[in-house]
């Protein structure tokens, strides 16, 4: 396990670079995340993802899937991937402070 310092705060993180306790979450892990992830500026619509996830994470204990986090959304499957480079399930969760998902490359 290797650990990320990022604007004073400690974050432990597995081999992938998501943090490994939830709870460890914080606006700081955003930052880093939005940095990492070369995103220019975060909008209402990335804070609407990361929130979804979130609350679906918390209620189901695993992230949706892609086409669940759409209609959950709202957003069309590209436009999440044009606001997270890398995709909803390593860009989007990893923001989010979720584990990798299954599945997920």
Known sequence: MATIEFKGK??????????TDYKQWSQEWVEYVKEQEGIDELTEEHHLVVKVLQEYYEKNGI???????????????????????SGPGKGACK??????????V
């Open 95 to 104: 923001m989010a402070g979720l584990p990798k998902p299954t599945g997920c």
């Open 63 to 85: 992230a949706p899937m892609v086409r669940v986090l759409s209609k959950l959304t709202k957003m069309k499957l590209k436009h999440i991937y044009e606001l997270f480079p």
């Open 10 to 19: 400690e974050f432990d993180v597995d081999e992938d670079g998501f943090i």
